[in-house]
């Protein structure tokens, strides 16, 4: 592994440039076994490493033997869960040796992400398949339930956990062509009930929490054309905020919430919106012009760690970002676009229970 510092990045942002010899990283974030970050490779493997510690060692372990590409990762206590394109898979740390150990067998079928519950638990996004569960009985056995909505085929792609409500955990998901998606655990008393606000025609790809404890259950979704939605409460809002910046250009990958701003990756750049999670939250509007940031970069996705760092992903390396050097230093020239506002009457909300689909 290498890691070095640079004021010259792609985007001329003081930025770490990190790299591990003999692997192709495919996802990142935390890692809170150390307090520091963790990666998944292209060909299956994840690798963490603490930058704090002065050795800045990597270990390398080896999650799927399909070989596919990590493309998500979740972690709850000593138990860790992956999602490639072919397999969920699931595994245990030994703490005394840093090891990690298959914890049950693994889910032959493919995933577009997966995130953890309070309770220990898992939740993979499996496409119109529904969702896998992930779960430990009284014995400590593990269990695959595939669940679905008994309001027809969804196509589930990008999952987050936002924060808990009277009902549990309360999750939000991308549905591909279908909007956005916000539901209770359906392993918790919640048993799994939610609502879906379809937009027609809106193809959503990314979801994200907004990060706020005031408003706990607040998200951002944005839709391959670059719409953005903003809701203060995925379970109780039939309305989102639903905004189109029509000066950008290229086709949306992922969306980000950190410290009040929104910050976006598309196939062409990364874009900083500043202040505008927070002026939604705040109830300010938000469908006037606004100074954005844009860097052009050929990235392949963002990630956000420990609300300090941006993680983003290049073809051959990832930069490491610092949040304060991004903002509020004019480190990209400004550019002022004005929104526009989509009416809300196309908005089309159900409300859902699972249903079990099958068991593995």
Same mark, same amino acid.
């Given at each position: 592994m290498s890691i070095a510092s640079t004021t010259k990045a792609d985007f001329n942002v003081p930025s770490d440039v990190i790299r591990f010899p003999g692997f192709e990283v495919s996802w990142a974030g935390e890692c809170p076994w150390n307090e520091g970050l963790c990666f998944g490779t292209e060909n299956g493997y994840l690798v963490t490493f603490a930058p704090q510690s002065p050795a800045i060692e990597a270990r390398a372990h080896q999650l799927?033997? +399909?070989?596919? !590409?990590? #493309?998500?990762?979740?972690?709850?206590?000593?138990?860790?869960? !992956?999602?490639?394109?072919?397999?969920?898979?699931?595994?245990?740390?030994?703490?005394? +040796? /840093?090891?990690?150990?298959?914890? @049950?067998?693994?889910?032959?079928?493919?995933?577009? @992400?997966?995130?953890?519950? +309070?309770?220990?638990?898992?939740? !993979?996004? $499996?496409?119109?398949?529904? $969702? $896998? $569960?992930?779960?430990?009985?009284?014995? /400590?056995?593990? +269990?695959?339930?595939?669940?679905? %909505? #008994?309001?027809?085929?969804? #196509?589930?792609?990008?999952?987050?956990?936002?924060?808990?409500? @009277?009902?549990?955990?309360?999750?939000?998901? !991308? &549905?591909?062509?279908?909007? &956005? &998606?916000?539901?209770?655990? %359906?392993?918790? %008393? /919640?048993?799994?009930?939610?609502?879906?606000n379809v937009f027609p025609g809106l193809d959503v790809v990314s979801v994200c929490s907004l990060r706020s404890p005031d408003w706990p259950l607040a998200a951002a979704a944005i839709g391959i054309d670059r719409t953005i939605l903003l809701t203060r409460d995925v379970l109780g809002d039939p309305t989102p905020e639903t905004l189109v910046f029509d000066a950008l250009e290229g086709t949306a990958y992922s969306i980000v919430s950190a410290s009040g701003h929104l910050i976006v990756l598309t196939d062409r750049s990364l874009v900083v919106f500043p202040e505008l999670a927070n002026r939604f939250l705040q109830g300010e509007p938000i469908d006037r012009a606004k100074t954005i940031l844009r860097w052009p970069v050929d990235a392949v996705d963002v990630y956000l760690a420990y609300d300090r760092w941006l993680l983003v992903e290049l073809p051959d390396r990832v930069r490491r970002i610092a949040l304060d050097a991004l903002l509020p230093q004019p480190v990209a020239e400004p550019v002022a676009l004005a929104p526009r506002t989509l009416q809300a009457t196309p908005w089309e909300v159900s409300s859902f229970e699972f249903s079990l689909a099958s068991l593995s």
């Open positions: 799927t033997e +399909s070989g596919e !590409a990590i #493309n998500g990762i979740a972690i709850a206590g000593d138990l860790l869960c !992956a999602s490639t394109r072919a397999d969920v898979t699931l595994h245990r740390l030994d703490r005394r +040796s /840093g090891e990690l150990s298959p914890a @049950g067998d693994s889910y032959e079928g493919g995933a577009h @992400g997966v995130a953890s519950t +309070s309770a220990g638990g898992f939740i !993979a996004a $499996l496409g119109v398949g529904g $969702l $896998l $569960l992930l779960d430990a009985d009284p014995h /400590g056995r593990r +269990s695959h339930r595939v669940i679905t %909505p #008994n309001c027809g085929i969804q #196509n589930f792609y990008k999952i987050a956990y936002l924060g808990s409500a @009277g009902l549990g955990d309360v999750f939000a998901c !991308a &549905l591909r062509k279908g909007g &956005l &998606l916000g539901m209770t655990d %359906p392993l918790g %008393p /919640g048993r799994g009930s939610g609502r879906i």
